[in-house]
Nanobody, 121 residues
Framework: QVQLVESGGGLVQAGGSLRLSCAVS????????MGWYRQAPGKQRELVAT???????NYADSVKGRFTITRDNAKNTLYLQMNSLKPEDTAVYYC???????????????WGQGTQVTVSS
């Protein structure tokens, strides 16, 4: 069974940095697009950044120039380097992977359990 496990969240002061990781495990044949999403209290989940298997990236306007998404295809691991953090970045951050499990013919979206990022002013 495919699982996504995030790590690296925490409490940081405004202007600080954090690095999130997301490890994909459980018999994955291939992974196409991976991404980070976030959900703040009382708000809908929103896209933060995505990255294709070839390394093409896409960012929300609110994080451009501050966040960097990368992936290690050999390790099936996704990263999000977050710099110059702002209080408005406070949210639960979720990892997403569009993956094809071993023995399957179709791809499915998988989600991690989320990791809390809190930025104090």
């Amino acid at each position: 069974q495919v699982q996504l496990v995030e790590s690296g969240g925490g409490l940081v002061q405004a202007g600080g940095s954090l690095r999130l990781s997301c490890a994909v495990s459980g018999g994955v044949f291939s992974i196409s697009v991976m991404g980070w999403y976030r959900q703040a209290p009382g708000k809908q989940r929103e896209l933060v950044a995505t990255i294709t298997g070839g390394g093409s990236t896409n960012y929300a306007d609110s994080v451009k120039g501050r966040f960097t998404i990368t992936r290690d295809n050999a390790k099936n691991t996704l990263y999000l380097q977050m710099n110059s953090l702002k209080p408005e970045d406070t949210a639960v951050y979720y990892c997403n992977a569009n993956a094809r499990p071993t023995g399957w013919t179709l791809r499915t979206d998988y989600w991690g359990q989320g990791t809390q990022v809190t930025v104090s002013s």
